[in-house]
């Protein structure tokens, strides 16, 4: 292996995330929790920064950022998109820590929302990321993002996180303690739960610009693949790695009785599938530029979704 050539492109990926990161972090600084009420006895806009700024992989805006430059899109529509999407996010793991929920007590290396400032506080932080992710897509200067655009993202958003989507994946999830699920139930309460936002993330950013149905289609798939290959690789983490890696309680899948694909298949056959799912989503992207190749295209930069993949299947945590 020529180790230089590597080295090179972790190098390049660190630069594209550094410089987005930063983006992705101030506008969420400036936008969360700043109109909420302040008061010490309310405290909203505190449990709702606490629940969102610094922490995370923000692997999901990342996403967003990548299809939005590899369809060259609109730059300040796709920012709104890539918040929009972590707020989502950040409010399902305020819900899902909850003793209604999954009962955790760590969060990205801290105390859980609802441990921190109580149920009924954590309750309604994420009712209020969730609201205010579909304010950041409907801002009222249409130069930000046009209505049509404005119209679309809501309505990809919202099916993500639906019945449809993410809430329907937790509904399974919830229901499936101590069931013995096939690998086709498997899959899919896994690209409900988790997937489902993946892959919104990815045709969020694409939908930021213009794209042919096709090229949508292989964007689509992508995501999806990248989706369901992150969830893989959670389950593998979950007996892996230790509780300080991972940010949150290590070893809970098994203890709660639930299906994982590591339970389901084993160790060494997740670690197989969630590489077969990495390869799915390379071919999806080689199928998009090739697509590109249109004359009415010119959409080839993939380097930064590329790169996200294999950050997907060799992460640590």
């Not at 109580?118 to 309750?123: D, I, M, T, W």
């Not at 304010?135 to 009222?140: D, F, M, R, S």
């Not at 899959?187 to 892959?199: E, I, P, Y």
């Amino acid at each position: 292996m020529d180790t230089r050539v590597k080295t090179v492109t972790e190098w390049d990926l660190r630069v594209w995330m550094d410089a987005r990161l930063a983006r992705v972090e101030s506008a969420l600084q400036g936008w969360v929790g700043v109109d909420a009420p302040g008061q010490p006895d309310v405290g909203l806009g505190e449990a709702m920064r606490y629940a969102v700024l610094d922490g995370g992989k923000r692997l999901r805006p990342l996403l967003v950022l990548a299809a939005c430059e590899a369809v060259r899109g609109e730059e300040q529509a796709a920012l709104r998109a890539a918040c929009a999407v972590e707020l989502i996010h950040a409010y399902s793991l305020v819900h899902d820590d909850m003793p209604c929920m999954d009962n955790d007590v760590l969060r990205r290396g801290k105390p859980t929302v609802h441990v921190k400032f109580g149920e009924a506080q954590a309750l309604l932080a994420g009712d209020a990321l969730q609201a205010l992710a579909f304010e950041l897509l409907t801002p009222v200067d249409e130069a930000a993002v046009p209505a049509a655009m404005q119209a679309r993202l809501c309505r990809l958003l919202a099916r993500a996180a639906g019945s449809a989507g993410m809430a329907g994946g937790q509904a399974i999830d919830l229901a499936s303690v101590g069931v013995k699920l096939d690998e086709d139930q498997l899959r899919q309460m896994h690209r409900l739960k988790t997937g489902a936002l993946l892959q919104a993330s990815v045709v969020m950013g694409a939908a930021c610009g213009e794209t042919t149905p096709a090229q949508q289609a292989a964007l689509s798939d992508y995501g999806a693949a990248i989706g369901l290959a992150f969830q893989v690789v959670d389950d593998i983490l979950d007996v892996t790695a230790d509780s300080a890696t991972l940010g949150k309680t290590a070893g809970k899948d098994a203890v709660q009785d639930k299906p994982t694909y590591v339970s389901l298949l084993g160790l060494a056959r997740a670690q197989a599938h969630a590489h077969e799912l990495h390869a799915q989503a390379l071919a999806a992207l080689a199928r998009f530029q090739a697509l590109s190749l249109a004359p009415t295209a010119g959409l080839d930069d993939t380097r930064a979704l590329r790169a996200l993949a294999d950050l997907v299947v060799e992460r640590a945590h």
